[in-house]
């Protein structure tokens, strides 16, 4: 069904708030009933904490709620004035402004708040600023503050790089034994590695039906319907409810039924989304009949490495195998990959400010990909939740331009 916007909405999306909705209640209440809670970067060892028996919070997921409700406009200055720079990413200062603040979209659903934690876990895969960040949450309550230091810009992902991030990461293990009180049964790692699998093969075949045109989804939807491959990989909800999604989207190509009414340009998003903007950007989108079919950020969460047989290094090889920690060779590569599968038209490039590890336009990288592919390429200038950032007028007036661009391509 249309939505006001236009955008044709899911119906799958009413289970999603269910399973969402789900989540959080049990995470309010973990500790409530003597579970301990870790925090978990969003691409740290998920597997590992579940295996555990730990409450599993996430908080880039609640950064990204404070982007979307753009409750972080006022909460990013609260952690200016402690400290904490504008140029760091607005994740962590939107975060950090809101447990200052006492002010988070949970409440508005009627539930406390962040759990506190027992015990932080990070992964510098993605950046230094996670390990930052949950540092200062450390220091605040006393907890401990454990991770894996992953290397950066990494070409080829040989042995000795996984032998290392795997090492590390079973090197956790006493550590979060102590804090959770029991030792690790490594069998249910494996089952918990194995329905994490399960999840990203679904995951990765909802965002695979956008190869089709018409793309039955776009990257706006994506941005919605991948919140149960973050927060609950790992946990059968987020299976049960991927093979719904999936089902629709499969009918949906069945019936030609189109994301983007009369679909004339296809799209790749490369960087963070604009949080705050999402509705606005997908309105204009679908008014210039143009689908972003597909983008890093969605593809993200997708773990192919991921093998319950071999749990330590197969998370090991998924982990560091992400396009944030590789070098612009593999980037540049999985970039031309995705758009010869997605039969993209153009390359939009999002360079958020405060986010320099997810903004791949700042070292000449759309000028040798428009090179290689031919293809007309966009840089927005904005943030993934500082709007302080962002031009609404520029963008709009650029991405018409860009649309002209494509039409004349
Ligand atoms: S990758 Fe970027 S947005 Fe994500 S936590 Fe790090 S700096 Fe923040």
Redesign the pocket.
């Known amino acids: 069904m249309p939505s006001e916007s236009g955008r044709k909405d899911f119906e799958s999306t009413k289970k999603m708030k269910g399973v969402m909705g789900k989540y959080f209640m049990e995470l309010m209440k973990g500790p409530e009933e003597g579970q301990k809670t870790a925090w978990c ?2 691409v740290g060892p998920a597997e590992l904490l579940r295996a555990l028996g730990f409450n599993v919070y996430f908080p ?1 997921n609640h ?1 990204a709620m404070l982007g979307a409700t753009r409750m972080a406009t006022d909460l990013i200055p609260v952690a200016n004035a402690r400290g904490f720079s504008p140029d ?5 200062t939107s975060d950090i402004g809101s447990y200052l603040k006492g002010e988070s979209p949970f409440h508005k659903m009627k539930m406390p708040g962040p759990p506190k934690a027992d015990v932080l876990v990070f992964n510098t895969n ?5 390990k930052d ?1 949950f540092q200062w949450y450390a220091r605040e309550w006393d907890v401990p503050c454990v991770g894996i230091h992953t290397p950066r810009s990494v070409g080829e992902l040989d042995d000795s790089i996984i032998d290392d991030v795997a090492k590390q990461t079973e090197a956790l293990v006493p550590a979060l034994e102590d804090v959770v009180g029991q030792r690790l049964d490594i069998d249910k790692l494996k089952e918990i590695v194995g329905l994490s699998r399960q999840c990203t093969d679904l995951w990765k075949a909802v965002l695979e039906t956008a190869a089709n045109v018409p793309s039955p989804i776009t990257f706006f939807d994506g941005t919605v319907q991948m919140g149960p491959a973050v927060v609950l990989r790992g946990h059968p909800d987020a299976i049960d409810y991927y093979e719904t999604l999936l089902a629709e989207l499969k009918q949906r190509v069945a019936d030609g039924v189109a994301a983007v009414a009369d679909e004339k340009f296809r799209v790749y998003w490369e960087g ?1 989304p604009i949080w705050g903007k999402l509705r606005d950007l997908s309105t204009q989108f679908l008014e210039l009949k143009t689908c972003v079919v597909a983008s890093t950020y969605c593809n993200s969460w997708i773990f192919d490495a991921l093998d319950p047989a071999d749990p330590f290094r197969s998370m090991a090889h998924a982990y560091t195998g992400l396009f ?1 920690c590789r070098s612009d060779d593999c980037k540049e590569q999985y970039i031309a990959d995705m758009v010869a599968k997605f039969k993209v038209d153009g390359i939009l490039y999002h360079d ?1 400010k ?5 903004s791949n336009s700042r070292y000449e990288m759309p000028q040798r990909m428009q090179q290689k592919l031919g293809k007309p390429y966009l840089v927005v200038n904005g943030d ?1 939740n500082d709007l302080r950032l962002y031009s609404e007028e520029q963008t709009r007036t650029n991405i018409e331009a860009f649309a002209e661009q494509l039409a004349e391509a």
């Open positions: 970067t969003s880039e950064g760091i990413c607005s994740y962590l993605q950046c230094r600023d996670v960040w963070m944030i958020a405060t986010c320099p590890n997810n993934l």
